[in-house]
């Protein structure tokens, strides 16, 4: 297996491991209509954003832009959540948006 690369904020194993639950609330158009900075959904009602996709998801999901959606009361093998730390700014190196 050849090895992963690392993004530009160094991180690894991104994808594959387990879908991520987000912060967010999910709605299909949100990053049409999102405001430019901290685009942070936060309605009350559910569905949930999940981000990514697990070990045992499909093929067109295993990468960390997929996004799904399910009720927070719901539990699968294949998620779980990150612990974060927000940047203060994005690397040097870092794609643009």
């Known amino acids: 297996m050849a090895a992963c690369a690392a993004n530009p904020w160094g991180l690894l194993g991104m994808a594959g491991n387990v879908a991520q639950w987000c912060l967010d609330t999910y709605e299909a158009d949100w990053y049409s209509r999102r405001p430019s900075s901290n685009p942070l959904n936060r309605a009350d009602d559910t569905p949930k954003a999940i981000r990514g996709g697990g070990w045992n998801t499909v093929d067109r999901a295993l990468r960390v ?4 959606r399910d009720h927070e009361e719901s539990r699968a093998a294949n998620r779980g959540f990150r612990c974060a730390n927000p940047l203060s ?9």
């Open 89 to 97: 700014a994005p690397p040097a190196d870092a794609p643009a948006e």
């Open 65 to 68: 832009s997929h996004r799904s």
